[in-house]
């Protein structure tokens, strides 16, 4: 499943590249990452079971003016959170825990000129991969079960230095589907899968060809 849809991303980024090459401004880039998202876990009445996520890290992106592609890798902290009779068989401190993921973003955007600003509503989603999962030390020998789609929406801004040379800003809100983990635990424990959300914020220079 995983492969797959890395695999249809990776197709929709190459299709967006070509559909803009012709007539269109093109640029790539860099940057650092940071993403926060809460409520990622399983609701059954009063009872909670989840994680809070911290994100830190660094992408590379490809903008073709009405659209941007990018691939990041990043470090993450997830802090477990246990409330209601939840709390009374596991300490959240048990949930505590870190990744190493790979992350592939399609957004779609609408630039307009401001003086030296480009200003753009974001709006795309992104699928976080997994490959490394530790708790206190020890490798979960399945990472990809913390694997998440995610909802992006949200406004960025250019900041031209040069004629070629600009700064990038993003701001965002991130909706993240529940990954594998808690849809097992649902089944398992009962109630519902939650919807992880909060803020990303990327930051970059890029280089208009």
């Given amino acids: ?42 609701k059954n009445g009063g009872d909670y079971l989840g994680v809070r996520i911290l994100t830190l890290g660094f992408y590379g992106f490809f903008d073709a003016k009405y659209a941007e592609a990018d691939i990041s890798f990043a470090y993450g902290r997830l802090s477990g959170v246990a409330e209601g009779s939840a709390g009374d068989f596991i300490k959240a401190s048990a949930l505590d825990s870190r990744v190493f993921q790979l992350g592939i973003t399609l957004l779609g955007k609408y630039p307009f000129e401001v003086g030296d600003f480009t200003l753009f509503p974001l709006l795309g989603f992104n699928y976080n991969v997994v ?59 009962g109630g519902s899968p939650t919807l992880g959300m909060g803020p990303r914020f990327k930051f970059g220079v890029g280089y208009r060809f």
């Fill in 131 to 189: 490959f490394s999962h530790t708790v206190a030390g020890v490798r979960d020998p399945e990472p990809g079960r913390w694997s998440q789609i995610g909802l992006l929406a949200g406004a960025g801004g250019d900041f031209d230095l040069t004629d070629n040379l600009y700064l990038r800003g993003e701001g965002m809100f991130h909706l993240r589907l529940p990954s594998k983990v808690w849809k097992d635990t649902a089944a398992v424990w």
């Fill in 1 to 42: 499943m995983q492969k797959k849809v890395i695999v249809a991303l990776l197709m929709a980024a190459l299709l967006a590249g070509g559909a803009f090459a012709e007539g269109f401004s093109m640029s790539a880039g860099a940057g650092l990452l940071g993403d926060f998202s809460g409520n990622n876990g399983v």
